[in-house]
């Protein structure tokens, strides 16, 4: 990374015996989009208020351009802000709200004036300017409040779960545009969300959080395809669990065993023969055939339908049931329980986890 625009430095805050955020470092590069994934209680707000400013951390800095901002003020460092807790003035119609920040830093009324009015260009609000928030709906309030946190062009804006009160269509519009957005403005999202989907659509990279912990960074592809770790594999999308013991491991090929059936993984980490590891099985990495066409007999034991993918839960006689997303268009078999079948996978499909 060239020079991070944001550095968080060994962040520690703790609530009593809670540790909200446990020793977190993290550098942002100028003008990507970056997201903070977790289940409930991660730290994920925690974070973003430290960084806003809201909350003052027990220990570790932060900088802004190489400039240490940790005991700055949040109206002075200058971020742009979503906040779920932040909403539009009741009493401001869309234009004043939309000012405010402008008015704040006391601009003059002609630059206010042209800026708000790009700024409802931009979420596309523009006949909107003169209706209070009450006379809009859920999601063009978020447009508003977007429109809010960028019209004083901030460097870095800052969005804590901004689309999670919209209906599911809305909010999957919304992420285009957001993400549209951000590719027109350049400027650096640090995105807040415990929605897996939002996170792999929208974002440059994506910091999974657990109890105030970095578990895993990396772009959407790595992490969903590369998890470190089980909770990682778990957290983001579905996964199937295979614990084998490890036989030799000759350069990449691991020859594996478990519960009698032994088959071969390429990895590019190191396992000492006699181990024991946890492999990660993505549901469409599994392949379903009629009998014998692949290396496992198995049977079907119930099927859902999801329209452009159906799911199968298969059950094998020693490695028990395993989830197979297999592509609706492909007719070759036609899963219904009782069915007896066959499954299989590449060498390359299963992850070798790491234990913590
Ligand atoms: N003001 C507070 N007082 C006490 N504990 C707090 C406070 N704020 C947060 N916590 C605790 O710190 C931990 C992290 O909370 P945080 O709100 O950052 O999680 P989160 O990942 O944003 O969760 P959610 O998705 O539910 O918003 C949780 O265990 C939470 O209960």
Redesign the pocket.
Known sequence: MTSPILSINDAV?T??S?R?LDQVNLDVAEGEFLTLL????????????AIAGF?KMDGGSLTLRSEDITNRPPEHRDFGMVFQGYALFPTMTVRENVGFPLKVRKKPAAEIQKKVNDALEMVQMGAFADRMPSQLSGGQQQRIALARAMSFSPQVLLL??PLSALDKKLRADLQWELKALHNQLGVTFIY?T?DQDEALSMSDRIII?KD?SIQQQGDPNTLYNRPRNKFVADFLGKSNFIDVTVGAQTGTTLQCAAKGVAFNVETDTHNAAGSDVKLALRPERLKLGAPGEEFLPAVVKQVSYLGERCQVIVKHETLGEMLISCPTWKTDITPVAGLAVSIGWDPDAPVVLSED
Do not use: M, W
């Open positions: 805050k609530y009593g809670i909200a977790g289940p409930s209680g991660s730290g994920k707000t925690t974070l973003l208020s909350i804590d779960e807040v415990h959080l105030g």
